[in-house]
């Protein structure tokens, strides 16, 4: 298991599945696609569209191409913590 990233803040999350341990099977908010309170990732940092997350279960970190570039509405509801500039 790797050591949670410093940059790992909990004001700062995403729902986004982690390829790694898949904690979101048989969840009920994760398979609507809703906030779900304990299936989450932290978002270390982001680069355009192209999210750094890192999974509280099991530590993995990964990158995640969101696609969503221009429409920072649609961002938001992946990601909590981003705030309108
Ligand atoms: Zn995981
Ligand atoms: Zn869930």
Do not use: K
Request: positive net charge; glycine residues 8%.
């Amino acid at each position: 298991m790797l050591p949670l990233d410093p940059q790992a803040d909990i004001g700062r999350r995403a729902w986004v599945a982690c390829p790694n341990c898949d904690d979101r099977q048989g969840c009920d908010p994760c398979a609507q696609g809703r906030t779900c309170s304990t299936h989450w990732r932290y978002l270390l940092s982001n680069t355009g569209s192209l999210l750094h997350l890192q999974c509280p279960s099991c530590t993995h970190v990964w990158e995640h191409e969101t696609h969503f570039g221009a429409t920072r509405s649609r961002w938001r509801r992946v990601i909590d913590g981003l705030r309108e500039q």
